[in-house]
């Protein structure tokens, strides 16, 4: 502990240490030459200050006249309005324009131009947008956007994104990917119920980092093909409101739609959508999510599923908060670690009938003692392979599993039955089961597993004993045969 206080602390003044030195620089370090001067000291007011006059051409990207300097573009300068009143399309996108033919560095994949860090920033404005604030062209990588807020006017276009990641001309990209490495960041975004947050089309390794998103009405964030688009510490909310709205019926709109592979959802909060996140490809990560975006009893889902066949997505260490998940055909899925609360629960949907490869384990369940099941199935599956459902627990709720373990019942003097149909998701399907017989009495009984079917196990002895008769009953583990 101690060393890394003394790192952090030596971290900190390097960091006091050279900005006062850049600074010492910036301010006097060239008295010959006022005209430059004057430059550095614009691009500083630009950095701390919000400027709503519009400045002279020269001034638009002050601190490239310097050469030297990070390529940092003030909206402000562009003649974009921080108070919100104008339309600030047109300024916006110039700075966009000019940030996107700005100097290369070389390339990240093919065809992508590294722009080198180069920043967007907002100057902490808010700025009415009549347009979606699409990029010109595509091949551009390594810059953001940050620091402000958009929100969308009146005659915004219903089907427009706010910020839109997909090339306003064709992409020419040889690799197939429109950008990489771009940066949304610091961003209140009002969709004014008009259209979407954000959309990013083909783009590779793209970062939405603590963002608000609010009052779209189709999607929040929508991810279509590419891939790694990580979204962090990010909230989303059709709705400003802190749940139990008295309007929840009425929330539409999905938060995030994942149309694509290999996204990460991390420390995000949903807090109003009919749908919280859509799950249209593969290899995605959610992971400490809290949605509590529209009640299931009010027809909402928390996260919905829809990649039946290959699934290939985990969920972990989430928060379904009166709203579940829905999975079509789930071929390998995990979800764990997660709670559950509201009798929220996890429905198991059928396409063809087919569920492989699906663990859904250790997770918390709490509900209102209405025996709602934690795991529902919606049609009927009949390819069930590797399905593990256990070691959840329940609160207020019913406990449904794959593996079920009890002390068998006497019916009749010499058979048992063992009735799992309350506890195992499946109808009628027993892979594996193991009985242990235990008898009380002096004679040594010769006893068998006589019949498993539906959900029921038939245990019986050939002379009538006092005994205890206790059964596991497998509806999921894979069966090896170890026989050569
Ligand atoms: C398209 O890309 C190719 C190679 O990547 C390049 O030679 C060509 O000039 C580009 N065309 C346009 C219109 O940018
Ligand atoms: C096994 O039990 C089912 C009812 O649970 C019954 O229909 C079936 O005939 C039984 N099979 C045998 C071999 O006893």
Redesign the pocket.
């Known amino acids: 502990m101690e060393t890394k206080w003394a790192e952090a602390l030596m971290f900190l003044l390097m960091v006091v240490g050279l900005s006062n030195i850049l600074f010492t620089i910036h301010v006097y370090g060239n008295n010959e030459d006022d005209y430059l001067k004057k430059m550095q000291m614009q691009a500083i007011q630009a950095s701390f200050l919000p400027r709503p006059q519009r400045p002279s051409p020269a001034s638009k990207l002050a601190s490239s006249s310097v050469g030297s300097s990070p390529l940092v573009y003030h909206v402000t300068s562009y003649g974009a309005d921080p108070t919100g009143k104008a339309d600030s399309t047109d300024a916006i996108l110039g700075a966009i324009s000019d940030a996107l033919k700005g100097p290369g560095n070389g390339f990240l994949m093919e065809g992508i131009v590294n722009l080198g860090g180069a920043r967007i920033d907002l100057d902490g404005g808010n700025y009415l947008i009549s347009r979606p604030l699409q990029f010109p062209v595509a091949g551009k990588g390594n810059l953001m956007i940050h620091g402000g807020s958009f929100k969308a006017s009146q005659d915004f276009p219903n089907d427009g994104y706010l910020i839109d990641l997909s090339p306003a001309s064709n992409n020419n990209g040889s690799t197939g990917y429109n950008y990489e490495f771009v940066t949304l960041k610091d961003l209140f975004l009002d969709s004014n119920f008009r259209g979407g947050g954000i959309q990013v089309v083909d783009s590779l390794r793209t970062n939405i980092d603590n963002c608000y998103i609010t009052h779209f009405d189709t999607t929040g964030i929508s991810v279509q093909g590419g891939h790694e688009t990580y979204i962090r510490y990010t909230y989303l909310g059709q709705r400003i409101t802190a749940g139990g709205d008295p309007d929840e019926r009425s929330f539409s709109g999905t938060a995030i739609v994942l149309s694509g592979n290999d996204n990460s959802v991390t420390e995000v909060v949903i807090f109003s959508a009919a749908v919280g996140i859509m799950i249209l490809g593969q290899a995605n990560l959610i992971s400490g999510v809290h949605c509590y975006n529209k009640a299931t009893g009010f027809g909402g889902t928390g996260i919905y599923l829809k990649t039946p066949g290959l699934t290939q997505t985990r969920i972990v260490n989430s928060y379904l908060d009166f709203t579940g998940i829905v999975a079509e055909d789930p071929v390998q899925l995990t979800i764990s670690g997660s709670f559950f609360l509201g009798d929220a629960y996890v429905v198991l949907k059928s396409v063809k009938g087919v569920a492989s490869g699906v663990n859904i384990v250790d997770n918390m369940f709490a509900g209102s003692d209405k025996g709602i099941d934690i795991v529902q199935l919606e049609g009927g599956f009949n390819q069930v392979d590797q399905v593990v459902i256990d070691k959840n627990n329940v609160k207020g709720m019913k406990l449904k599993a794959t593996v079920a373990r009890g002390s068998a019942e006497r019916n009749g003097a010499s058979s048992w039955i063992a009735d799992f149909n309350s506890v195992l998701v499946f109808p009628n399907l027993i892979k594996q089961v193991q009985y242990t017989f235990i008898t009380t009495g002096s004679s040594f009984p010769v006893h068998a597993l006589?019949?498993?079917?539906?959900n029921?196990v038939?245990i019986q002895s050939d002379v009538e004993v006092p005994a205890s008769v206790y059964v596991t009953a497998d509806q999921g583990e894979h069966f090896f045969s170890l026989l050569k």
């Not at 006589?450 to 539906?454: D, F, G, I």
């Open positions: 006589r019949n498993v079917s539906e029921k038939l």
